[in-house]
């Protein structure tokens, strides 16, 4: 019987050994004394030393100083209070790579009472605090993006695949209505809204377009009530985000030299030009010379063909 139980007992070491071992988390167990007891092999990645040169020995006779200052850091709390410890730091491995690292350590007690030694884990979170660290400065960008996008006086609006809006700014609200300005109010962005059902069916098709095209920029120049509007669409990320930049020809903001050199690059050429405009545009040449001269016509100027 006793034979059977001493082959138990034999058995359960050895699976305990074999699951300290596998764990990949670095645990060291050491005495009250500081002498490191045992370790598993994930710790003897750090120290660069095979398990039986580590036990029996102190940390500071293994790592450098301010090594050691880290993995000591509290000791005397656990083994005088009985103070579990948890706290973050920085390690240096044995293959010299500098790691962000979360220390856990538990006091060891004989009957459930006396404190005879110390077991610590190490977590290396280094990937976490690179993950962090885009995350931040990506939101940190994102903020500077989204501050810059609403002091643009030009309306922009980026969507999705599904034609819903990611983002916008407020001279996009502004361009189509009291109703999408007093929405966007609401719903700062106007994002998660549909496009379908803030903006006129040309600039839709445009938008739709250019998402299942993958185009990379599609401009156009249209008549909407008293506007003249320069629709720009370009592709963020093919097939799945596009963005519009839509500024108001007429608007007094424009700069003057803007429009004046637009209806003249266009008025210099000829009927042919003016064809293939009005082919891209979907309307005949009458209704693209239409659209030219009301620019000119918004400005009330008179362009020099001679120039």
Request: net charge negative; aromatic share 6%.
């Amino acid at each position: 019987m006793k034979d059977t139980e001493s082959i138990n007992w034999q058995l359960k070491a050895e699976l305990y050994e074999k699951i300290f071992n596998g764990v990949p988390i670095p645990i060291y167990c050491k005495s009250a004394d500081g002498i490191i007891k045992t370790c598993n092999e994930a710790f003897t990645n750090i120290i660069g030393e095979k398990r039986d040169k580590i036990s029996g020995q102190k940390i500071i006779d293994l790592v450098s100083q301010e090594q050691a200052d880290a993995l000591l850091f509290k000791d005397s709390d656990t083994l005088n209070n009985g103070n579990d410890q948890f706290y973050e730091t920085r390690l240096q491995y044995a293959d010299k790579s500098m790691r962000d690292v979360i220390i856990n350590k538990t006091a060891i007690r004989k009957n459930g009472y006396e404190i005879t030694g110390i077991i610590s884990s190490i977590i290396d979170i280094s990937e976490r605090r690179k993950i962090q660290k885009k995350l931040e400065k990506s939101e940190e960008e994102n903020m500077i993006s989204s501050t810059m996008l609403q002091k643009i006086r030009a309306g922009i609006v980026i969507v999705d695949e599904n034609l819903k809006i990611i983002d916008s700014n407020i001279g996009f609200a502004r361009m189509f209505g009291e109703e999408n300005e007093e929405l966007f109010e609401t719903i700062p962005g106007l994002t998660g809204a549909e496009l379908d059902m803030l903006v006129p069916e040309f600039i839709l098709d445009l938008v739709r377009s250019i998402i299942e095209t993958g185009e990379n920029r599609i401009e156009r120049d249209f008549k909407f009530q008293n506007k003249l509007l320069s629709i720009n669409v370009i592709t963020i990320l093919r097939h799945k985000i596009a963005g519009a930049i839509i500024r108001d020809l007429s608007a007094p903001m424009l700069e003057r030299a803007e429009i004046i050199e637009r209806a003249r690059q266009v008025n210099r050429k000829n009927m042919k030009t003016v064809q293939e405009i009005a082919f891209l545009l979907g309307e005949n040449a009458a209704q693209t010379e239409e659209l030219l001269n009301s620019i000119i016509e918004s400005q009330k100027y008179d362009v020099d063909e001679n120039e």
